[in-house]
């Protein structure tokens, strides 16, 4: 995770050089993907995602738009809930932004009565400037640990 941080960062002081304007707000960028998702607003979170973006999560690569919206957010999002992210590296310019760190999430029982789990891990999302001045997610990472029974 170190290694990736770190090339991003690099990424943006080239990107800096050559780029006006004020920097992205990613903390807020992130915050408006967390609020979204916890609230169960499934749509709003698919506006959010770039027409490119790309999923990882161990071995699952979702890309695109329609895959990343259908087989993450809408397939995943009934059974992920509380979604909270610990920052640990965090870096932006005009066109690009980044946050990495760790996350945790209650995972919800699919079947009521089921016992439910905590899940956490590592994250990192990468924001770009779209066309229309628009932010959006561009490339998610997840890296998550075992899930384990709640207490």
Do not use: H
């Not at 690099?10 to 050089?17: G, H, N, Q, W, Y």
């Amino acid at each position: 995770m170190k290694t990736i941080a770190q090339f991003f960062a690099l990424a943006f002081l080239f990107a800096a050089c050559n780029k006006g304007g004020e920097p992205a707000k990613v903390e807020a960028l992130n915050q408006q993907f967390i609020q979204a998702w916890n609230n169960k607003e499934a749509e709003k979170v698919v506006g959010l995602l770039d027409d490119n973006v790309q999923f990882l999560q161990g071995e699952t690569r979702f890309a695109g738009k329609s895959e990343v919206a259908d087989k993450w957010v809408r397939a995943t999002m009934p059974t992920i809930g509380n979604l909270k992210l610990s920052t640990v590296s965090t870096a932006a310019d005009t066109q690009v932004a980044y946050e990495a760190g760790t996350y945790s999430v209650d995972v919800l029982p699919e079947v009521a009565g089921e016992p439910g789990g905590l899940g956490s891990g590592n994250f990192m999302l990468l924001w770009k400037k779209a066309a229309d001045d628009s932010w959006k997610l561009s490339y998610a990472q997840l890296e998550g640990l075992p899930v384990k029974a709640k207490q």
